[in-house]
């Protein structure tokens, strides 16, 4: 069981290394790829499952209690696929945390690092999956 | 007007039939190829593309054979940085690709709106998977990104002359242009094609062309597994000598299926509202 979990984490780590700079379709310029931000209490939208990108559109809470709408762009169909998501990974309604890096803009829009559902199951993105230390975690 | 609707009816039917056989001529090559039971397609496979990369060489290549499908990286290696004529450097300083823009502020119109990439800027940009099938007079080439195909005239006629030009029967500028082939030795396909439209763009770093340019692909099959492409360009009104404009690799997949990838408009305009414009 072991030798399986290291062969798939191997694997994911060769696949994350070998297409993380290719399965972009648009640049991560526009992204602070320094920081991930943990968005804790994200409450799923819906998940625009289509070409070039997915999107996973969720609601956050912020500090005056306002509801923030975030949209955060992953890999293709086909690239999260090979990751392990489908069109039925999340539903309208669930409640995620978000590992998120954000557009240097300081707006709610970005790159999903990973995403944790409530039964604990971790999704990550085909291009910026890896896992990065968290830092200043943000409010809910 | 009714003789041209009448006459793109036929060419569509001619080029239907044409892509049913091609198709249809890979499934054969398919099966000959892997007479096992397929794989099962599954919705979450976690190292589906790994094997299909990691497949070794797979033996000898066939002589003057490329049918089948193949995958790889999804962008070419840049070539040479080429030596721009002054209408050239006009055109490719207005040129905003988005590698050196964003996405919001890019004027690359398959970024911004999905429109046909052309080659060979596909060929440098996106191929995600190409695939080969060879018919009596003619090679067809398939690729994944945005399931466009090319047909290579192998039955020996030359490129077309003056296309776009104001003569009678000038043919017309295509995104993909006019292609003839030839096999240089058993391993060595050489594809030339001009006639390609002026709108697009040579790559992804907004090189212009003319309609006149001369582009030259060299396939070549080293094993079985494996495929090398280099593209070379040749345009006088543009570039003062020809050069490479990039090379990229192909591996073969062992399941021969491709995936369906494409650019939808409408999906790209959600995308740049939800998170283009917002995001630069």
């Given at each position: 069981m072991?030798?399986?979990?290291?062969?798939?984490?191997?694997?994911a780590?060769?696949?994350?290394?070998?297409?993380?700079?290719l399965?972009?379709?648009?640049?991560?310029?526009s992204?602070?790829?320094?920081?991930?931000?943990?968005?804790?209490?994200?409450?799923?939208?819906?998940?625009?499952w289509?070409?070039?990108?997915?999107?996973?559109?969720?609601?956050?809470?912020?500090?005056?209690?306002?509801v923030?709408?975030?949209?955060?762009?992953?890999?293709?169909p086909s690239?999260m696929?090979?990751m392990?998501?489908?069109?039925?990974?999340?539903?309208?309604?669930?409640v995620?945390?978000?590992y998120?890096?954000?557009?240097?803009t300081?707006?709610?829009?970005?790159?999903?690092?990973?995403?944790?559902?409530?039964?604990?199951?971790?999704?990550?993105?085909?291009?910026?999956?890896?896992?990065?230390?968290?830092?200043?975690?943000?409010?809910? | 007007?009714?003789?041209?609707?009448?006459?793109?009816?036929i060419?569509?039917a001619?080029?239907?039939?044409?892509?049913?056989?091609?198709?249809?001529?890979?499934?054969?090559?398919?099966?000959?190829?892997?007479?096992?039971?397929?794989?099962?397609?599954?919705?979450?496979?976690?190292?589906?593309?790994?094997?299909?990369?990691?497949?070794?060489p797979?033996?000898?290549?066939p002589k003057?054979?490329?049918?089948?499908?193949?995958?790889?990286?999804?962008?070419?290696q840049?070539?040479?940085?080429?030596?721009?004529?002054p209408?050239?450097q006009?055109?490719?300083?207005?040129?905003?690709?988005?590698?050196?823009?964003?996405?919001?502020?890019?004027?690359?119109?398959?970024?911004?709106?999905?429109?046909?990439?052309?080659?060979?800027y596909?060929?440098?940009?996106?191929?995600r998977?190409?695939?080969?099938?060879?018919?009596?007079?003619?090679?067809?080439?398939?690729?994944?990104?945005?399931?466009?195909?090319r047909?290579?005239?192998?039955?020996g006629?030359p490129?077309?002359?003056?296309?776009?030009g104001?003569?009678?029967g000038?043919?017309?500028?295509?995104?993909?242009?006019?292609?003839?082939?030839?096999?240089?030795?058993?391993?060595?396909?050489?594809?030339?094609?001009?006639?390609?439209d002026?709108?697009?763009?040579?790559?992804?770093?907004?090189?212009?062309h003319?309609?006149?340019?001369?582009?030259?692909?060299?396939?070549?099959?080293?094993?079985?597994?494996?495929?090398q492409?280099?593209?070379t360009?040749?345009d006088?009104k543009?570039?003062?000598?020809?050069?490479?404009l990039?090379?990229?690799?192909?591996?073969?997949?062992?399941?021969?299926?491709?995936?369906?990838?494409?650019?939808?408009?409408?999906?790209?305009?959600?995308y740049?509202?939800?998170v283009?414009?917002?995001s630069?």
């Amino acid at each position: 069981m072991k030798s399986r979990l290291f062969t798939f984490a191997a694997l994911a780590v060769a696949f994350l290394a070998f297409c993380g700079p290719l399965l972009a379709h648009h640049g991560n310029a526009s992204l602070n790829t320094d920081k991930v931000l943990v968005l804790k209490g994200a409450t799923v939208q819906r998940l625009v499952w289509a070409n070039p990108h997915c999107i996973l559109v969720f609601n956050m809470t912020d500090d005056k209690g306002n509801v923030v709408q975030w949209a955060g762009e992953v890999g293709s169909p086909s690239a999260m696929n090979q990751m392990g998501w489908n069109r039925h990974s999340v539903k309208m309604g669930d409640v995620i945390t978000v590992y998120f890096f954000q557009a240097k803009t300081g707006n709610p829009v970005g790159r999903i690092n990973k995403i944790v559902l409530a039964d604990g199951t971790t999704l990550r993105d085909s291009a910026l999956g890896a896992d990065k230390p968290a830092q200043g975690a943000a409010a809910q | 007007m009714r003789n041209r609707l009448n006459h793109s009816r036929i060419t569509f039917a001619l080029g239907s039939l044409a892509l049913a056989l091609a198709v249809s001529s890979v499934a054969r090559a398919q099966t000959d190829a892997s007479p096992a039971a397929p794989p099962a397609r599954g919705g979450t496979g976690g190292n589906v593309l790994m094997n299909k990369l990691n497949n070794g060489p797979g033996g000898p290549a066939p002589k003057r054979d490329l049918n089948g499908f193949w995958t790889g990286p999804i962008s070419a290696q840049d070539g040479e940085a080429p030596s721009l004529t002054p209408a050239a450097q006009k055109l490719f300083s207005a040129n905003k690709p988005e590698r050196k823009t964003n996405v919001k502020e890019t004027n690359d119109n398959f970024v911004k709106t999905c429109d046909p990439m052309g080659f060979p800027y596909n060929a440098m940009y996106q191929t995600r998977g190409i695939g080969f099938s060879t018919l009596p007079d003619r090679l067809m080439i398939f690729y994944q990104a945005q399931r466009v195909w090319r047909e290579v005239w192998t039955d020996g006629r030359p490129l077309p002359k003056n296309v776009g030009g104001t003569g009678k029967g000038a043919p017309d500028p295509r995104y993909y242009g006019y292609s003839v082939g030839h096999w240089e030795d058993d391993s060595t396909l050489v594809i030339e094609t001009t006639g390609i439209d002026d709108k697009t763009w040579l790559d992804p770093r907004g090189y212009p062309h003319s309609v006149e340019a001369h582009v030259t692909e060299r396939y070549t099959r080293p094993d079985h597994n494996d495929l090398q492409l280099t593209v070379t360009v040749d345009d006088p009104k543009m570039y003062t000598k020809p050069f490479l404009l990039g090379t990229n690799k192909f591996r073969w997949i062992p399941d021969q299926e491709l995936d369906e990838q494409l650019c939808v408009p409408s999906d790209i305009m959600e995308y740049m509202n939800l998170v283009g414009n917002s995001s630069n």
